[in-house]
């Protein structure tokens, strides 16, 4: 027997399928359920037996389709049936429970008579309502279905039905441009666990709801989009407009490329990203679903052949994100959704072994701070969620920040670190004072600055009396280690934070930044940044070790004068004077910070 003859017979089945069409347009319901009942039962019996015995992927499709049309035409047939049944009852013709139909002079009829029983009747009553709030529901759904690889199942529509609104069921056209607004929450969990260099393309920038946050976080960031709707930078620069999977970035790579692409063409869009713009990082937000994949020469290569190397799941689902120009009924969000994060190998290549899926939930971040812009880095969730919430709670008084719960515990801290002989951990910290990781974090990084504890033994130990400090008496700012009665410099890094100082004066032409950063044993390190546009940019990775902060920033600036004043001595074409302006005032503002931070009385290091 060939191993596929359960669909073999291919052509019967499209012959019932006209039969049942043909029996619904006479107005025989009865006799059209019965039919495509029938077909919906072997074609997926059809398509299961295809798929164990690992049959083409055109007979598996086939026998999909089939089920679909079934699936399609019984569903028609138990709205009629609904209808039928509620205007019944609203006659007074239907009989109700225990009561007996075969009364003489009775014309009342059962649930039985009709062929649907209550829990059917109950289905049947949502998928109507569906199909009447939104016309070819059913024909959405199941195509849908059909497009996103999955079988065109009676549970599916089921559930579907449940909620009736939503991504799902919004057909192409009704899609239109794909712009879904990314939810303000899904940003503040981005920005929190990546850092992306100091310019980001935004290429699908819809209304700037990944823009803005990004230009919050301190990022420059460049816009384009299929459709103009007058989208500016918050330097007043125009989105461009332009169909992304027909742009290149011209010469060299492009930037780190953070945003929402449209689902409808999200194979193809991520294909043309990593082939042609081949970013150093990307970050995406999908739906789930793209993690399984299916037979798509572009799917197999985004997730196969250059895989992410991570993907935050939002355990808790976002927000609905409704289509632009939305006017129905709100509803809570169906879709589970992730960052998905590219980074790109130094052989070219994209993806580890395998990709590391992590687990987050939104809510928890309500208080965490967005990382500096800089080379591309991560932090582990562990070290910025607060604790588990409940988003329906009403709160009667207002959250406290960062600095406020630093100032509670830090007491606490000190009392039990003084009088702690042995060495121990953020965790330790955590658990004896019963705080957020973000917040003993923070402890642990300010008593390390101020000189009160020392690393040890892979943790933290108070420092004795070799520190000079009294634990219960607060420490006098030294001016960033200048002197007593010196200037204020910039704050300083934290244990997980670094530094980013903008060197002004150049922002309209060009832009550069410095940023230093803490090491494990407490020394410092310093990386730069800069472009000039048309002409030159570049970066480095974080380099030293240097032991004081003020001379890690005197460093840093020096260095960036540097780089800065070679090109105001380039004498090539490709310099012009603009650039050369540009780099001219960058230096003038450093000898200014020089100056007012007291770092110009030693010699450049």
Aim: glycine fraction near 10%; charge should be negative.
């Amino acid at each position: 027997m060939n191993a596929l003859s359960p669909i073999v017979k291919h052509s019967e089945l499209v012959a019932s399928i006209e039969r049942a069409r043909a029996l619904l347009d006479d107005g025989d319901v009865e006799a059209a359920l019965l039919l495509a009942s029938g077909v919906y039962e072997q074609a997926k019996a059809a398509g299961g037996y295809a798929k164990k015995v690992k049959a083409s992927r055109e007979l598996v499709d086939k026998a999909r389709r089939m089920q679909a049309e079934a699936l399609k035409i019984e569903s028609i047939c138990y709205v009629a049936m609904a209808d039928a049944v509620d205007a019944a009852q609203a006659k007074g013709e239907l009989a109700s429970r225990g009561q007996r139909p075969d009364v003489q002079g009775s014309d009342k009829f059962t649930l039985e008579e009709v062929g649907v029983d209550r829990r059917r009747l109950h289905e049947a009553r949502s998928i109507r309502n569906a199909e009447r709030a939104e016309p070819g529901f059913i024909e959405r759904v199941v195509e849908a279905r059909l497009d996103e690889g999955l079988e065109p199942s009676r549970a599916g529509l089921k559930k579907a039905a449940g909620h009736a609104i939503g991504t799902k069921t919004a057909t192409k056209g009704e899609r239109g441009d794909d712009l879904y607004e990314t939810p303000a929450e899904a940003m503040t969990v981005l920005l929190a666990l990546e850092s992306f260099s100091a310019t980001v393309l935004e290429p699908s920038v819809g209304k700037g709801a990944i823009l803005r946050p990004l230009e919050a976080a301190g990022y420059e960031v460049m816009i384009s989009d299929l459709v103009d709707r007058g989208i500016v930078t918050q330097h007043g620069e125009l989105q461009q407009v332009g169909d992304f999977l027909t742009m290149s970035p011209g010469e060299g790579e492009g930037a780190d490329i953070v945003t929402n692409p449209p689902y409808g063409i999200a194979n193809a869009y991520i294909a043309h990203a990593l082939k042609v713009f081949r970013p150093r990082k990307m970050a995406l937000l999908l739906n789930l679903n793209f993690l399984a994949g299916f037979d798509d020469p572009d799917r197999i290569f985004v997730m196969d052949e250059n895989p992410p190397s991570r993907v935050y799941v939002f355990t808790r689902r976002l927000p609905m994100m409704h289509r632009d120009g939305w006017e129905g009924k709100k509803a809570s969000s169906q879709m589970n959704t992730g960052w998905f994060i590219w980074e790109r190998n130094e052989d070219g290549s994209y993806g580890d072994s395998e990709t590391r899926l992590i687990r987050v939930d939104w809510a928890r971040f309500a208080d965490a701070p967005a990382l500096f812009p800089g080379p591309g880095g991560n932090v582990s969730p562990a070290l910025v969620m607060g604790p588990c919430v409940d988003v329906e709670f009403a709160r009667d008084t207002p959250r406290r920040t960062l600095e406020e719960r630093i100032d509670a515990a830090l007491n606490n801290a000190i009392d039990w670190i003084s009088t702690t002989p042995d060495a121990f951990d953020e965790g330790a910290l955590r658990r004896r004072l019963g705080i957020r990781p973000s917040t003993a974090a923070a402890v642990i990084e300010r008593l390390q600055r101020e000189g009160r504890i020392v690393t040890a033994d892979g943790g933290y130990m108070w420092a004795g009396e070799s520190s000079g400090v009294d634990p219960r008496v607060e420490p006098e700012d030294d001016g960033g280690e200048v002197g007593g009665d010196g200037p204020q410099l910039p704050p300083k890094p934290g244990r997980t934070a670094p530094i980013s100082i903008d060197i002004g004066g150049m922002r309209t032409r060009g832009h550069a930044r410095i940023c230093i950063s803490l090491n494990g044993d407490g020394s410092h390190a310093i990386s730069m940044e800069y472009e000039l546009k048309g002409f030159a940019g570049g970066s480095s990775p974080p380099s030293g070790s240097i032991t004081r902060y003020v001379d890690a920033l005197r460093l840093a600036l020096h260095e960036m004068r540097r780089k800065l004043s070679g090109i105001i001595d380039d004498k090539s074409s490709l310099c012009t004077d603009r650039h050369r302006a540009a780099a001219r005032d960058g230096v003038k503002w450093i000898d200014g910070k020089l100056k007012e931070w007291r770092l110009d009385g030693e010699s450049a290091p």
